[in-house]
């Protein structure tokens, strides 16, 4: 049969190639998510501790205070615990000089079990402190190999470059790099000594001896010990008695809970700064489409072999009669269709090893394709294949083997009823599910051009942006950028609108109101340079010293705040800023959050040249974009050609590109998938036209 046709043969085996293929490639992407610091030693005794505290907005928070860490010391079945600030909160990254070049290396502080409560792979030196110890500095083997040549680093100096000072660490040990799909943080740790107790950017992972069985009675021990500890350590930090009554009314209406390391990719209902999340509905989505994928490639496999048996029936009703066995032929042909099967299983994981080496595959192939996780799928697709080349072969066998052989000696052959109506379901449920991705695929098409081109309340088409080193806002660069033909305006600001699903939080109290907000700090010039329109009041002067400008979401929920009044912008000072305006609705955050909260526009006179890192370009409509995005990266390259950091000016397309990166991964990879569907069915409807 593969001999007198070719063509139905050839387009066969591929249908099944492509249709294993995707299988394999969706289920890598299921095992990648469902295994998700799973690769993290002893995960399943880690635990992330969570709370509520002075959040209004969300329920449940990975950012805690240092001081809710010190109760652990005495809580039952904690082994040890890691606490570190954390560092999906701010970009801390560190300057190093090594020979003639200067590295940058991303940072943060923890205590004396930050690493060895979290592994045991330690490469080189001690990666924990003595109890009382600050000195020196734990690092990564990667960031060792990056500065050192070497892992063996151990009493070595990092020389870091500080905004005002340069100064030799000494490090004291290297750890094994935690595993790339866990959200722990590859970066060097010095020793933290903060004495704020209640500063509330700490991250905590809790090392158990045993789980306990109660977790809820558990964490209700850790609160009355927490409110136990809380006056002395607010007492401690200079606090007032007005200020440690109000905390401590805080503390007893905050809640705490444990969630544990292997399912906090999925845990959607606390706040974090990690932007790496898993859904689980995309899991099922996984599942679901592998299925359909497989059905469409087994039926199609089905009617192929269905088509085929009329031509065969007179061949094997002959080898009947001179003598051949009925359960013989049977078996022969279901063999047949399962070793084709086999093939076809290998040759789609061959396809896949050589898919992730093009160029492109990134945009619908992850990097997580071959582990030794993986291997049990090979061994799962092989017995699928089995399975498929038996559902494919079994009915065909049976009818091309029924015929009374003086029928088969000087008749005709076609399907009996029961087959045509068995071909024509099949065919139909093939086109019905091709039909169904293909809908699919519409839908997210539609969500792909709402990301780009509904309205955000800015000029996002004519913004040019770039990222670059701390302190980096000067004149001199804003003249510099003013003077290229085509900039219509330049501004700073501390973070991107509509790049991040959050920003910095501020939880203060305004006329006997517990508000919450997020802000970002900005200069006097930014709501012009983005095009953003006011409501009410005036745009920042270059006059404010402290000022404020808020949403409309703000302005509907604080009714009791006005233009003039005063803004608290934290618990310590509680006439901080004036508002000055009031600002239109905008997109603040992703489109996967609601963007009807309240939100600040903050302008701080006095420290405002230490945040501002990221540069906002406000490029006229009739301009050359590109050629003026290469003389903008060319001026900022040149200006920070020290930092390997910077990298070249984008438009903010590019920039969505990056923060919605893993769903167009997605629907790159959907379009694959309803493209494979729809060669299927095609192939199915050739068989069937074969058949005719």
């Not at 509907?556 to 618990?571: A, E, M, V, Y």
């Amino acid at each position: 049969m593969a001999r007198r046709f070719k063509t139905a043969t050839t387009l066969n085996l591929i249908g099944l190639v492509l249709a294993f293929a995707t299988f394999y490639l969706l289920m890598t992407q299921f095992i990648y998510q469902v295994t998700y610091n799973h690769d993290v030693e002893n995960y399943e005794r880690l635990y992330r501790l969570e709370c509520n505290y002075l959040y209004n907005e969300e329920a449940y928070n990975d950012n805690v205070c240092l001081g809710f860490t010190y109760a652990l010391d005495s809580m039952p079945l904690v082994k040890s615990y890691s606490v570190a600030v954390n560092v999906n909160n701010a970009n801390y990254i560190l300057r190093v000089q090594k020979e003639d070049s200067v590295l940058e290396v991303p940072y943060t502080w923890g205590n004396n079990t930050v690493i060895s409560a979290l592994t045991s792979y330690t490469v080189d030196g001690s990666i924990e402190w003595e109890k009382d110890s600050t000195e020196g500095i734990i690092i990564p083997a990667s960031i060792a190999q990056e500065c050192f040549g070497t892992t063996q680093a151990t009493g070595k100096e990092l020389k870091t470059l500080w905004p005002n000072e340069t100064v030799d660490y000494k490090v004291i040990g290297v750890y094994e790099d935690f595993p790339k799909n866990s959200e722990l943080w590859n970066c060097i740790y010095f020793r933290d000594n903060q004495t704020a107790a209640f500063n509330t950017e700490y991250k905590c992972i809790i090392k158990f001896t045993q789980v306990p069985d109660d977790m809820t009675l558990w964490t209700d021990s850790l609160k009355k010990v927490i409110l136990q500890l809380a006056p002395k350590l607010l007492q401690e930090q200079g606090d007032a008695i007005k200020e440690i009554d109000t905390e401590t009314k805080n503390l007893q209406i905050t809640d705490f809970r444990l969630t544990p390391l292997g399912n906090s990719y999925f845990e959607n209902s606390s706040f974090s700064f990690d932007d790496h999340r898993g859904y689980r509905a995309m899991l099922l989505i996984l599942i679901i489409t592998s299925i359909i994928v497989l059905f469409i490639a087994s039926s199609n496999f089905l009617n192929f072999t269905l088509a085929e048996s009329p031509m065969r029936v007179r061949s094997l009703n002959t080898r009947l009669v001179l003598g051949a066995q009925r359960h013989t032929l049977r078996s022969a042909m279901v063999t047949e269709n399962v070793i084709v099967a086999i093939i076809a299983c290998l040759i789609a994981i061959a396809t896949c090893a050589l898919l992730t080496k093009l160029p492109s595959a990134d945009q619908f192939i992850t990097d997580h394709v071959f582990n030794n996780k993986t291997l049990p799928l090979i061994s799962l697709m092989l017995v699928v294949a089995v399975v498929v080349g038996l559902v494919a072969g079994i009915y065909p066998a049976k009818f091309a083997t029924s015929f009374p052989l003086a029928f088969v000696l000087k008749g005709t052959f076609g399907l009996t009823l029961q087959g045509i109506k068995l071909r024509t379901a099949i065919v139909g449920l093939q086109l019905f599910f091709s039909m169904l991705t293909m809908s699919y695929l519409s839908i997210l098409f539609l969500q792909t051009d709402y990301i780009y081109h509904s309205d955000y309340g800015y000029n996002k088409d004519q913004i040019l942006i770039n990222s670059l080193p701390s302190t980096a806002a000067n004149d001199t660069l804003w003249e510099k950028l003013m003077s290229l033909s085509g900039v219509n305006e330049v501004s700073f600001s501390d973070a991107l609108l509509g790049a991040t699903d959050t920003h910095n939080p501020i939880m203060t109290s305004s006329q006997g109101h517990n508000i919450t907000f997020r802000y970002i700090i900005t200069e006097a010039n930014y709501l012009q340079t983005m095009g953003i329109g006011l409501a009410e009041g005036r745009y920042f002067s270059p006059d404010d010293c402290t000022a404020v400008i808020i949403n409309e979401a703000a302005r509907q929920q604080w009714h009791w705040l006005g233009l003039g009044d005063k803004l608290s912008l934290s618990l310590l000072s509680p006439d901080s800023a004036t508002i000055v305006g009031v600002c239109k609705d905008i997109r603040y955050g992703t489109t996967r959050i609601s963007n009807d909260k309240p939100f600040v526009f903050v302008l701080d006179g006095d420290s405002i040249e230490s945040y501002l890192n990221q540069m906002n370009v406000l490029i006229s409509p009739h301009a050359d974009k590109e050629h003026i995005r290469q003389q903008i990266s060319k001026m900022v390259m040149g200006e920070f050609k020290q930092s390997k950091r910077v990298q070249n000016a984008v438009y903010f397309d590019k920039i969505l590109e990056n923060t919605y990166k893993n769903e167009l991964q997605y629907i790159n990879m959907i379009m694959f998938i309803s493209i494979i569907c729809l060669v299927i069915t095609l192939i199915g409807v050739f068989c069937l036209t074969m058949f005719d």
